[in-house]
C-alpha cells in the first residue's frame, strides 16, 4: 500500500522538506529511514509508555523534520498528549528513546528551545495577560519586547491588559500560546491549540504556523479534528497508542484512495484489522 | 539558582496578590483581629501578655500554611507548574521565590498584629521587638514551607484544607499553649518535642519574659529555622520534571 508522491504535494511542502524520504506507512520501512541523514527536529524511536498498567503508547518511532509542520492526528485518548509531554521532557517513559534538536528530550539546554502548550491553557488566571507572559518571558531569559510580540502574534493585542481569568476559553488558550511562542523558540510543540476557536482564528493560526515554519520553526502540533490534517506538512495518524500512517496528506490520500482524510484514516484502521 | 528567575516568580505571586484584594486585606488583618478578639476573651492585659506572643506565632503559621498549600496546589492542577517545568526554571527558584514573597506577606502580617498588640492591647514584651518579629516571621516560613510540602500530596483542594487540621491543630494543640509541656505524659511530651511548632513558641514565650539572649533561645530559633529548611527540601523533592 505505497503511496506515490504527487505533484501538489510540494506546494505546502517547505525547502527543507524537499529530500524527505519517500512516504511509507509507518513500521514497514522504519529501520531505513532512520539510517538516513536527514536534518531532524525530533527522532522519536521504539517509545513505550505505561501509564495505571496500560500501555498508553506502544513502540512508537518517527521524526519530525526540522521546519515542518507535523499534525499528530487520533481520537481523544489515543496518547497524543503523551506522546507530546514525551517529546517536552515531562513524561516517564518506559523504553524508547526520544531525540529533540539533537539532545534527549527534558535535558537542561533544551529548555529555552521548545515552546509548549498544553490543553488546557496553562496560564495565570489572575494575572493579566501582559503580566502572565512577562513572567514566562523573565523565566526564559526573553527579551522583555518579545511579550508585546508574542501577544500580537495570537491577535490578543486589544486583551493585553485584560485579565486571563476574564477572558473566554479561546482567548485564553490563545494566551496559552502565545506563552510558547515567547523567545522564539525552535520547536513548537502544541496541543489542540485550535480547540473551540472560529473558523477566522483558526485560519489566522494556522497562516500563523506556516509562517512560523517557513522562517525555520519546526511545529508539532496535535487535533482531533481531521479537516485541520489536510493544513498540515506531514501528518502522524495515531490510535490506540500505536502509530498508524507517518506521511503527507497527498500521499496518505493517494496510499488509501480516499479524497477525504478523514475517510481515509477510516481506510487505514479498518485495513489494520 | 538564578536570582533574576527568583525576583520574577517573587514578583509574579505579589502580583496575583495585588488582583485578589481582599485576600490581602484578610492576610493582613485577620490575626490582628483575632488578638483583638482575644484581648477582649480574655478582659485582663496580663493574662492576655501571658499568651498573645505563643499565638502571635500560631496564627502566621496556620494561615501561611493554607496559603501555600492552595496556591501550590492551584499551579500543580492549572498545568502551570508543567509548563513551568518545561522551562529553565530551577525547583529552588520556585520555591524561593514563594518564601520570599509569602514571606514578605507573613512579616507584614506580624508586624501589624504585634503593633496592635503592643501600642493598644497592653502587650509587654521583655526582650526586643525585632527578636519577636524575627520568631514570628519564621513561624510564618516554617507554616509556607510545610504548606508547599503538604500539598504535593493533595489531589484536591478539599484534601489541601483539611490537612491543616492535620498538621497545624495537634501542632498548636501540643505547642504548649493549652498545656505546659512538661506536664504532659511522656507519650504527648514526645511528640510535642518533636514539632517544630513547640520551639518557636518556646522562642516566642521567652522573648516575652526575659531580655536575655541565651543559647535555648538561639537553639529554638534555629530548629524552626532548620525545620522550615528541611521542609522546603522536601517541598523541592515533590515537584518532578517528569511525571507518570
Not at chain 2, 497545624?168 to 511528640?191: I, K, N, S, T
Amino acid at each position: 500500500m505505497k503511496g506515490t508522491l504527487t505533484d501538489s504535494e510540494s506546494l505546502r511542502v517547505p525547502l527543507t522538506d524537499i529530500c524527505q524520504p519517500r512516504p511509507c506507512l509507518t513500521g514497514k520501512f522504519r529501520a531505513r529511514r532512520i539510517n538516513r541523514m536527514i536534518n531532524s527536529a525530533v527522532v522519536i524511536d521504539g517509545l513505550r509508555v505505561v501509564r495505571g498498567g496500560r500501555d498508553v503508547l506502544r513502540d512508537v518511532s518517527f521524526r519530525v523534520e526540522a521546519g515542518s509542520v507535523t499534525g499528530l492526528l487520533g481520537p481523544s485518548g489515543c496518547g497524543k498528549t503523551t506522546l507530546m509531554r514525551a517529546v517536552v521532557g515531562v513524561q516517564l517513559t518506559h523504553g524508547g528513546t526520544v531525540t529533540v534538536l539533537g539532545e534527549p528530550a527534558g535535558s537542561r539546554r533544551l529548555r529555552s528551545r521548545i515552546g509548549y502548550a498544553t490543553q488546557a491553557p496553562a496560564v495565570y488566571a489572575d494575572l493579566t495577560v501582559t503580566e502572565a507572559l512577562r513572567y514566562f518571558a523573565s523565566v526564559l531569559g526573553a527579551p522583555s519586547r518579545s511579550v508585546a510580540d508574542a501577544i500580537e502574534q495570537v491577535g490578543l493585542g486589544s486583551h493585553a491588559d485584560a485579565l486571563v481569568g476574564r477572558l473566554s476559553g479561546g482567548q485564553r488558550s490563545r494566551a496559552s500560546l502565545a506563552v510558547a511562542l515567547l523567545g522564539k523558540p525552535e520547536l513548537l510543540v502544541l496541543d489542540e491549540p485550535t480547540v473551540g476557536l472560529d473558523p477566522l482564528l483558526r485560519e489566522h493560526l494556522w497562516n500563523l504556523f506556516h509562517r512560523l515554519a517557513a522562517a525555520g520553526t519546526t511545529l508539532l502540533v496535535s487535533s482531533h479534528v481531521m479537516d485541520e490534517a489536510a493544513r498540515c506538512t506531514r501528518l502522524l495518524l495515531m490510535r490506540d497508542g500505536a502509530l498508524l500512517a507517518d506521511d503527507s496528506p497527498d500521499a496518505l490520500r493517494a496510499a488509501t484512495g480516499e479524497q477525504d482524510l478523514e475517510r481515509a484514516f477510516l481506510h487505514l484502521v479498518k485495513a489494520q484489522r | 539558582m538564578t536570582a533574576s528567575i527568583t525576583l520574577a516568580t517573587t514578583r509574579r505571586i505579589l502580583a496575583q496578590l495585588r488582583h485578589d484584594p481582599r485576600t490581602v486585606v484578610m492576610l493582613v488583618l485577620v490575626p490582628t483581629l483575632l488578638m483583638l478578639l482575644l484581648r477582649f476573651v480574655f478582659n485582663s492585659a496580663e493574662v492576655f501578655s501571658r499568651i498573645a506572643p505563643a499565638l502571635l506565632g500560631v496564627f502566621p503559621f496556620v494561615i501561611m500554611f493554607l496559603i501555600a498549600s492552595i496556591t501550590t496546589l492551584r499551579e500543580r492542577t492549572a498545568g502551570t507548574l508543567e509548563r513551568l517545568m518545561t522551562m529553565p526554571l530551577g525547583k529552588f527558584d520556585l520555591l524561593a521565590g514563594y518564601a520570599l514573597a509569602f514571606g514578605l506577606v507573613a512579616v507584614l502580617q506580624v508586624a501589624v498584629a504585634t503593633a496592635v498588640s503592643l501600642w493598644w492591647l497592653g502587650l509587654t514584651v521583655a526582650g526586643s521587638v525585632w527578636s519577636l518579629l524575627l520568631i514570628t516571621a519564621l513561624d510564618a516560613l516554617l507554616g509556607m514551607a510545610l504548606g508547599l510540602f503538604v500539598s504535593a500530596f493533595a489531589t484536591s483542594e478539599f484534601q489541601a484544607v483539611q490537612f491543616m487540621p492535620l498538621f497545624v491543630l495537634p501542632q498548636a494543640l501540643l505547642c504548649g499553649l493549652f498545656q505546659p509541656r512538661d506536664e504532659m505524659g511522656w507519650v504527648l511530651h514526645w511528640l510535642s518535642d518533636v514539632m517544630p511548632l513547640s520551639y518557636a513558641v518556646e522562642a516566642l514565650t521567652q522573648v516575652t519574659h526575659s531580655a536575655d539572649w541565651t543559647m535555648t533561645l538561639t537553639r529554638n530559633i534555629l530548629i524552626v529555622l532548620g525545620c522550615a529548611v528541611l521542609a522546603l527540601g522536601l517541598g523541592a523533592a515533590t515537584l518532578r520534571r517528569r511525571t507518570p
